[in-house]
């Protein structure tokens, strides 16, 4: 399941876009909050053992997305597109 922001809490304090090694968390533009592309989000399967930018955050702005389920294989098959030439520190 990819995460999301929940923008009642984001302050845009950029916190959680270095800790992302996917290059999933993005600027809003319009409202310069961050959100997650869901299409990058691996919920860090592959990485970490625990999603890096929730635990980074001190508001808890990021959540999960419950329009974006998928099991923990799904996450690493997507992590594997995301990086073709690296092998998975945590699986
Ligand atoms: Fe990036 Fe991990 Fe947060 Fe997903 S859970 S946006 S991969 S830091």
Same mark, same amino acid.
Request: glycine fraction near 4%.
């Given at each position: 399941?990819?995460? !999301? $922001?929940? &923008?009642?809490? *984001?302050? /845009?304090?950029?916190?959680?876009?270095?800790?992302?090694?996917?290059? /999933?968390?993005? &600027?809003?533009?319009? #409202?310069?909050?961050?959100?997650? +592309? @869901?299409? !990058?989000? #691996? &919920? *860090?399967?592959?990485?970490?053992? %625990?999603?890096? *930018?929730?635990?980074? *955050?001190?508001?808890? =702005?990021?959540? =999960? +997305?419950?329009?974006?389920? %998928?099991?923990?294989?799904?996450l690493l098959v997507k992590w594997k597109?995301?990086? @073709?030439?690296?092998?998975? $520190?945590?699986?």
């Open positions: 399941m990819s995460l !999301r $922001i929940n &923008e009642e809490y *984001c302050v /845009a304090c950029g916190l959680c876009l270095v800790h992302c090694k996917n290059g /999933a968390i993005k &600027e809003n533009d319009q #409202t310069q909050l961050y959100y997650i +592309d @869901p299409d !990058r989000c #691996t &919920e *860090c399967v592959g990485w970490y053992d %625990e999603p890096k *930018c929730y635990s980074a *955050c001190f508001l808890s =702005a990021p959540e =999960a +997305d419950p329009f974006h389920k %998928e099991t923990k294989e799904q597109k995301l990086h @073709p030439s690296k092998n998975p $520190i945590v699986t």
